[in-house]
């Protein structure tokens, strides 16, 4: 038996919002005292503390709350199949299945009605009537949230205010900047940290504004040009902190068994090569071998940011693409292979049935190429493609039979895999026969015949044509998104 699940949604609080709203609230400000009252912390504490709690509830309430939805969401998957097989049974000329009665469709109509309309109702729908009860015994839960805040180290989630770093910073700067920085803080001073404190450039340009405004001539044309760059200086300072502090850094070179690697990383970029150390170290180990495999040097950190960033936006795009051209194109009715993250996995992308009956087989080309003269997954690779598609629709079909004796294939799903094994055993065949002028023209009739089409998709890209050469296999574009533009390499 497995677990509740866990989704973590107290995880993407950010703190500036949650200390922001607990000094608009009486009766956090009240709370704050009185555990700074009580605590030789002081009001550092009661500020993490309040954070911890407010990041542990809402996760533990967002537990609840999603949780019951996806049952919810099964349920209705559940019944949704029910009425589709006796539908489907009865549309083919048929009567309703055996065993099943008029009413029972009614019924299966009533709960599925039901269970929408209670999802639309979030709390109701839920729990109905009953109280949200987030544990059984409300002090063992109040010691739980303690226990866990004091094994934390009072470190409450994942951003704990860097004050260590920006007074650094502030150290770090020109007389004048500071003196700047005093005159601001003496005069707004709330306003002055929502600027340094600002998470988007947006956001920031609109602080700053707020603050120029709130000071209304009291600072000189020069000082307010020091406090900008100040402001500047000091957000730059606080949002390297709120991504690497000191202890994090440390504990992730521990697990770098590598020196070079280490070393490249202790002197690395903090917004992607540290990142990477610390979230996923193994990918940063498989990723650091392909680097010095490619002749990588082993001191060039920039070289292998380079190519991590690379790595990354290819990756990404790839993602990106399979994922939308798969809800994009709308002439496929059912898929047979859908989406993954497995961009770099050889092979077709998508396949799947038109709602004429005729097989997709799909490429997504997600770069920034205009143009395509290569798809290897449907041209030099495609009766290999085809046969493995073939073999692993098979052996999924295989499966849901073992685990359900009763389960039955769709007819059109057998027809098309049928259809893929003979049009790859005729494309061995053209291959190795005849000549290789009439080859594409040969292949593009075996293809048709048996009713499958290659498709390239350019979901986050900018492909807008191919070579005659893919086209006169029977290749076409299917544009099926808008181009994704990024930042130049040199971006952070």
């Known amino acids: 038996m497995t677990g509740p699940r866990r989704f973590r949604a107290g995880r993407f609080l950010d703190a500036a919002a949650v200390h922001a709203a607990a000094d608009a609230n009486p009766r956090l400000r009240r709370?704050?005292?009185?555990?700074?009252?009580?605590?030789?912390?002081?009001?550092?504490?009661?500020?993490?503390?309040?954070?911890?709690?407010?990041?542990?509830?809402?996760?533990?309430?967002?537990?609840?709350?999603?949780?019951?939805?996806?049952?919810?969401?099964?349920?209705?998957?559940?019944l949704r199949d029910n009425i589709a097989a006796i539908l489907d049974h009865v549309l083919e000329g048929g009567t309703l299945p055996e065993g099943v009665r008029v009413e029972t469709l009614g019924e299966y109509f009533d709960q599925l009605s039901t269970e929408m309309r209670e999802l639309s109702r979030p709390r109701e729908g839920i729990v109905g009537d009953a109280p949200l009860r987030l544990a059984d015994d409300a002090g063992a839960y109040a010691d739980s949230l303690l226990r866990d805040f004091d094994a934390g180290g009072g470190a409450a989630g994942r951003h704990v205010e860097p004050a260590a770093i920006v007074g650094d910073a502030f150290r770090a700067m020109p007389a004048d900047r500071q003196a700047a920085l005093r005159r601001a803080?003496?005069?707004?001073?709330?306003?002055?940290?929502?600027?340094?404190?600002?998470?988007?450039?947006?956001?920031?340009?609109?602080?700053?504004?707020?603050?120029?405004?709130?000071?209304?001539?009291?600072?000189?044309p020069d000082e307010v040009a020091r406090l900008r760059t100040a402001v500047d200086d000091?957000?730059?300072?606080?949002?390297?902190?709120?991504?690497?502090?000191?202890?994090?850094?440390?504990?992730?070179?521990?697990?770098?068994?590598?020196?070079?690697?280490?070393?490249?990383?202790?002197?690395?970029?903090?917004?992607?090569?540290?990142?990477?150390?610390?979230?996923?170290?193994?990918?940063?180990?498989?990723?650091?071998?392909?680097?010095?495999?490619?002749?990588?040097?082993?001191?060039?950190?920039?070289?292998?940011?380079a190519f991590l960033r690379h790595d990354m936006v290819t990756y990404g795009r790839g993602v990106l693409g399979e994922y939308s051209a798969a809800f994009s194109l709308s002439s496929i009715e059912l898929f047979l292979k859908g989406p993954d993250a497995n961009v770099k996995v050889a092979g077709t992308d998508l396949v799947g049935i038109g709602h004429d009956g005729?097989?997709?087989?799909?490429?997504?080309?997600?770069?920034?190429?205009?143009?395509?003269?290569?798809?290897?997954?449907?041209?030099?690779?495609?009766?290999?493609?085809l046969r493995r598609d073939a073999a692993d629709f098979r052996d999924a079909i295989a499966r849901l039979q073992?685990?359900?004796?009763?389960?039955?294939?769709?007819?059109?799903?057998?027809?098309?895999?049928?259809?893929?094994?003979?049009?790859?055993?005729?494309?061995?065949?053209?291959?190795?026969?005849?000549?290789?002028?009439?080859?594409p023209a040969r292949i593009s009739a075996a293809l048709a015949e048996r009713r499958l089409r290659l498709r390239v998709?350019?979901?986050?890209?900018?492909?807008?044509?191919?070579?005659?050469?893919l086209r006169d296999l029977g290749l076409a574009i299917e544009p099926t998104g808008t181009p994704v533009p990024l930042p130049p390499t040199g971006g952070r």
């Open 31 to 78: 709370f704050m005292r009185t555990i700074a009252e009580h605590s030789e912390a002081g009001e550092v504490r009661s500020r993490r503390l309040l954070e911890h709690l407010i990041r542990r509830i809402v996760d533990d309430v967002g537990d609840l709350h999603l949780g019951n939805a996806l049952n919810r969401l099964e349920r209705i998957a559940v």
């Open 185 to 220: 803080a003496e005069l707004e001073p709330a306003a002055l940290w929502r600027a340094v404190a600002a998470e988007s450039e947006s956001g920031k340009r609109a602080a700053v504004a707020d603050l120029q405004t709130r000071l209304g001539g009291r600072l000189t």
């Open 234 to 305: 000091l957000g730059r300072a606080r949002s390297r902190g709120l991504q690497m502090s000191d202890a994090r850094l440390a504990d992730a070179l521990a697990r770098i068994g590598d020196p070079d690697l280490r070393a490249v990383v202790a002197g690395g970029d903090v917004w992607l090569t540290q990142q990477l150390a610390v979230h996923n170290p193994e990918a940063l180990a498989t990723l650091w071998r392909r680097f010095r495999d490619r002749n990588g040097r082993a001191d060039d950190g920039p070289g292998f940011r």
């Open 358 to 385: 005729w097989v997709w087989l799909v490429d997504d080309k997600s770069h920034r190429a205009a143009s395509v003269s290569g798809v290897s997954a449907l041209t030099d690779n495609l009766v290999v493609n």
């Open 402 to 439: 073992r685990d359900d004796p009763g389960f039955t294939p769709d007819p059109r799903i057998l027809d098309a895999i049928s259809r893929m094994e003979d049009a790859a055993a005729e494309i061995d065949r053209i291959n190795r026969r005849g000549s290789a002028s009439t080859r």
């Open 457 to 469: 998709t350019s979901a986050a890209g900018e492909v807008r044509e191919i070579t005659q050469a």
